[in-house]
């Protein structure tokens, strides 16, 4: 099985092409669409062997498992793998139609919400329909930040190894004991589905918030309490885009080309072992904010922290010790600097005060302490 990925603005498009003699059942796939169904991308019937999925921008849960991860956004994603396959149960549909794979499932890198595909094949399950494989293979990609306590992955490794079959309310049990944020954040989330696509900026705006700024209860945006709505929906659209590079042997596959694909797409080919490749995208620092344990991503050259939406890059939400622009960080090369922006309760690296309008380097593991907002930085 042969997958090409293509993402352009807010939307992200996926084509999937059989190995000869493989075709999808017409009827499961009809069935499906039938039911709106959150958690997965739109699949499309090119041909009996070709299916095109669409979905909001992401890119491979396996690129996401690459980067260094929290205890609170390794167990969002375990919570939603399961939350998905009881979706899947509630709705009278196989589970072995589900690509249970980390490099077929793709990740939002603003909302932080998985998309899976859904595959019916005429010849029977899929080969990567094993869940549990997938969640072990989530708890070996795995990468703790070095300075948080990385017991949480042997601890749910050891569990898993205790499941001999799928059991989403013994997961689930253990979720809610080592981090029921995760867990609450997922429940919380209305079912519904959220796979309004358009490369258009404000149309995407227009349908995922309400005019007053609050979330859209149907979208199925995720956020941890009221933190993670901003993290990152004022970035530039095309980022997620933008890591997504073209892959040298397009032309050579010979797979589903399209006139633009150099612009945009890049080509994920499986390997004699049936893993694809993947060009990870652009390596970002990240803030770890200790109060929420979330992880803000720096994707911009210039990023402006602050509480006023309008003017910033990320929101700190809930503080309102926080100046409406506090601060910039400053990326130049693989060096970070910051620069307080005059706010009223300044601004610490290691609780050292800056001077205002002041460019000061940061290295890794660094507190960064806006007022009394602590960050942890890592590059």
């Not at 998309?115 to 399950?125: A, C, I």
């Not at 997938?134 to 795995?142: F, K, S």
């Not at 190894?161 to 997922?186: C, L, M, N, W």
Request: proline letters at 6%; one cysteine or more.
């Amino acid at each position: 099985m042969k997958l090409k990925i293509k993402a352009k603005a807010l939307q992200l498009t996926v084509k999937v092409k059989l190995p000869s003699g493989v075709t999808v059942n017409e009827q499961d796939l009809n069935a499906f669409c039938r039911k709106p169904i959150r958690g997965f991308m739109k699949p499309n019937l090119v041909k009996p062997n070709v299916i095109e999925y669409t979905g909001p921008a992401g890119f491979p849960l396996q690129a996401r498992m690459r980067e260094p991860i929290s205890k609170y956004d390794f167990f969002l994603i375990v919570e939603q793998i399961v939350e998905t396959a009881q979706t899947i149960q509630r709705n009278g549909l196989p589970m072995d139609r589900v690509l249970w794979n980390l490099d077929s499932a793709f990740i939002n890198r603003s909302t932080k919400e998985l998309r899976f595909l859904y595959l019916p094949l005429s010849q029977g399950p899929n080969a990567d329909s094993d869940i549990l494989e997938m969640i072990q293979n989530l708890i070996y990609a795995a990468k703790p930040f070095p300075n948080d306590n990385t017991d949480f992955v042997s601890k749910f490794s050891y569990f898993m190894h205790s499941v001999e079959r799928f059991d989403a309310p013994k997961i689930e049990a253990f979720v809610q004991k080592f981090e029921r944020g995760a867990y609450q954040t997922v429940k919380a989330n209305n079912p519904g589905d959220s796979s309004f696509l358009t490369d258009k900026r404000g149309d995407y705006y227009d349908h995922y918030k309400n005019r007053n700024g609050q979330d859209d209860e149907a979208t199925g945006l995720l956020a941890e309490d009221d933190g993670d709505e901003a993290t990152g929906l004022l970035n530039d659209p095309d980022d997620e885009a933008t890591g997504l590079l073209n892959d040298p042997g397009d032309e050579a596959t010979g797979l589903l080309n399209d006139p633009d694909d150099e612009a945009t797409g890049l080509l994920v080919d499986d390997s004699p072992g049936g893993h694809m490749r993947y060009e990870a995208p652009p390596h970002y620092p990240t803030l770890l904010r200790l109060s929420t344990q979330e992880t803000v991503q720096i994707s911009k050259k210039v990023f402006r922290l602050g509480r006023e939406r309008g003017s910033t890059d990320y929101c700190v939400t809930g503080n309102n010790i926080i100046s409406r622009s506090h601060a910039d960080i400053v990326v130049r090369g693989n060096r970070c600097f910051v620069t307080d922006l005059n706010s009223a309760n300044k601004t610490y690296i290691n609780d050292q005060i800056l001077a205002p309008q002041t460019e000061t380097e940061l290295f890794d593991g660094d507190c960064l302490r806006l007022g009394n907002e602590e960050f942890i930085f890592h590059l």
